[in-house]
């Protein structure tokens, strides 16, 4: 598991490498090949681990003395997301090929080397961080996500694009501050940077170091008061928008403040409180903000930041004594991840073939583009939480991901009454957000088709290829996660 964890890591980055010094002419293949090498390594690992009995093992690859410096730790968690992200990633690459041409009628573009180098240092980067066993690991990692959306986000070279990489590079390096003090506090308190030593922290400086963490993981998953960079974000190229939302960045914040309560034992309720109570502001300031949204992409953006809150949600109901609340977080990531790639990417699509992603432009897509209209549905039911897509499966398979948030959270707040009724408003929240999006699945993909519907070029094989994927898999996760994680 080590070496294919390695492998995972090191091989996109000499990948990167050769895409810098070959011809022009060979960086899509190569960024291709690169994923696919990637994907297959993650799922190795994966696949050892399920064999050898689902134990988790840490292992450490690199040390000072006899201080360990970066490892890695294979668990149910790190064996899920590590695939989950890589393989994202090498889907928004296939996908990029299509989006990233002369042809795409709203971003017209010639494809550049240096997307497809940093797209494949972002994917190996996300595979670093899920599998680090250190703080030492998941800082060197956070930062190398930092740098690549930085690139990625500025892409297009325009000033709002410079202006908006920036903002994303300043708001969550300032976030990573935390990160850092919870390092040093970490070492000077225990001697050791390996998670596992949270446990070993006094009460108080545990308290301490969770908070730093949570500061650290709500810049990157731009939670309120960090929320800024995200929106503006969306000056970069669509396939980058979608991998920012779907598997990288804004994953990074919650699956470093979910290692960090897997491995710290029972945390201060004082930690409790302040994640529920931000996550909840959170939720419903981005439902407030994505309402007068008619930008597919900004609308998507805010409902990022609402979604990742539920997940923030579930890891305070955890705090509070629900280990089912931190089951549904794990597998929120990852459903959201898939379900929030496929809109994305849908978007991009009515960029690439119809000129616009503006939604009141958009209507009777089923007609005319049958492929896009099923993946709006699919996409928007599975980001609402409608069953059977990311929300629960009573029929066969008991529940999942929002509901499982929800029920540990009504069992946990069952004799509190604050935190009874933070689980109420999220959950008024979660059917609000179900009615704004079945209003834009009726008004986008029902209907005669409009102007710029009508006149759609063909959409592109590697983008329907890439949706077929992503739909089976929105109808899917929830029973994967759920058989993976028990």
Request: aromatic share 14%; with cysteine.
């Amino acid at each position: 598991m080590t070496m294919l964890a390695a492998a995972s890591i090191l091989i996109p980055f000499v990948i990167a490498f050769l895409i810098v010094v070959s011809p022009r002419k060979v960086d899509k293949a190569l960024c291709i090949a690169g994923a696919v090498l990637a994907s297959l390594a993650t799922l190795g690992v994966g696949a050892v681990f399920a064999s050898g009995g689902m134990e988790t093992q840490v292992v450490t690859w690199l040390q000072f003395g006899t201080v360990p410096i970066m490892g890695f730790v294979f668990d149910k968690v790190s064996c899920l997301l590590a695939p989950t992200f890589v393989i994202i990633g090498l889907l928004v690459t296939i996908y990029s090929t299509a989006y990233l041409t002369p042809e795409n009628r709203e971003h017209p573009d010639e494809p550049r080397r240096r997307f497809y180098a940093f797209m494949i240092i972002f994917i190996a980067a996300m595979a670093g961080l899920v599998y680090s066993s250190t703080i030492i690991g998941q800082l060197v990692f956070f930062e190398i996500t930092g740098a690549c959306s930085w690139a990625l986000i500025g892409y297009y070279g325009t000033d709002i694009a410079k202006k908006s990489a920036m903002k994303a590079l300043i708001v969550t390096h300032v976030a990573s501050l935390g990160l850092y003090l919870a390092a040093i506090t970490m070492f000077v308190q225990t001697g050791s940077f390996e998670l596992t030593s949270l446990a070993a922290l006094a009460p108080g400086w545990k308290t301490f170091v969770m908070l730093c963490i949570l500061f650290a993981a709500w810049g990157k998953s731009a939670q309120v008061p960090f929320y800024m960079w995200l929106p503006s974000a969306m000056n970069a190229p669509t396939p980058v928008s979608a991998y920012l939302h779907g598997a990288s960045m804004v994953k990074v914040g919650v699956c470093v403040f979910a290692r960090a309560l897997i491995d710290a034992g029972t945390v201060s309720t004082t930690v409790g409180w302040v994640v529920v109570i931000g996550g909840i502001i959170t939720c419903v300031f981005g439902f407030l903000m994505y309402l007068p949204q008619t930008d597919m992409k900004r609308l998507l953006a805010f409902s990022t930041i609402s979604q990742l809150s539920y997940i923030f949600l579930g890891f305070g109901f955890a705090i509070f004594g629900s280990d089912m609340a931190f089951t549904g977080s794990i597998m929120h990531i990852f459903n959201h991840a898939w379900a929030k790639t496929l809109f994305f990417l849908i978007a991009g699509a009515f960029s690439t073939i119809m000129g616009t992603r503006m939604l009141p432009q958009l209507r009777g897509v089923i007609k005319k583009q049958p492929l896009l209209g099923v993946g709006f549905v699919c996409a928007a039911l599975a980001i609402a939480g409608c069953p059977p897509l990311n929300g629960f499966f009573s029929t066969l398979n008991g529940f999942f991901s929002k509901f499982y948030i929800f029920a540990g959270g009504f069992l946990t707040a069952a004799n509190n009454g604050p935190l009874m009724f933070i689980v109420v408003v999220a959950l008024i929240e979660t059917v609000l957000t179900f009615m704004w999006f079945l209003k834009w699945i009726g008004s986008v993909v029902f209907g005669e088709p409009s102007e710029v519907v009508e006149k759609s070029a063909p959409l592109p094989k590697a983008m329907a290829f890439v949706f077929v994927v992503l739909i089976v898999m929105t109808f899917c996760s929830s029973v994967i996660a759920a058989a993976w994680l028990g």
